[in-house]
């Protein structure tokens, strides 16, 4: 083989090496975790058993955004009605999509007319940090599921 044969060859398996690098490269720059954000409204009662309904809003670092209904559940010893605006920071997601479904929570609150709420919900390896501020008369603790679903265009 002579020297430009070998040369040239070589050339080639470099160039194409690095183009069979680049696909991978996307690949894996698709997979990077996002970062999203939630804005939400929550309006619930508890007797024994705790329900709250509300609305809220995501956007994530990529550009995703949906509109979302958020409904809580569960037991445990409270009283109380509320009212609950906040926002929250979600992590370990690929994808606006990552985020929907039912997380579990498990907070303490406790307050009359004005009162803060500060709780991490977890859903697999995916957090929500929330945080909020509302009005009405609580007391408390209670271990809930939280779920997140996006609202369909009409």
């Not at 194409?16 to 619930?44: E, F, I, R």
């Not at 010893?77 to 479904?101: C, E, M, R």
Request: aromatic content about 6%.
């Amino acid at each position: 083989m002579s020297k430009r044969t070998f040369g040239l060859t070589a050339a080639m398996l470099l160039c194409a090496g690095a183009m069979t690098g680049l696909p991978a490269m996307s690949a894996q720059a698709a997979k990077a975790p996002v970062k999203c954000h939630l804005t939400y409204s929550l309006k619930g009662w508890s007797a024994i058993y705790q329900h709250a309904e509300g609305r809220g809003d995501i956007t994530c670092d990529n550009g995703e955004t949906s509109a979302v209904s958020i409904s809580m559940h569960g037991g445990g010893l409270t009283a109380g009605k509320f009212h609950v605006a906040g926002k929250g920071d979600i992590s370990n997601v690929y994808s606006i999509k990552d985020v929907y479904g039912s997380y579990a929570q498990a907070g303490a609150s406790a307050g009359v007319v004005r009162s803060g709420t500060a709780q991490v919900l977890t859903k697999g390896t995916t957090s929500i940090a929330l945080s909020g501020s509302g009005e009405g008369v609580n007391l408390g603790v209670a271990v809930d599921k939280f779920d997140i679903e996006p609202i369909k265009a009409q």
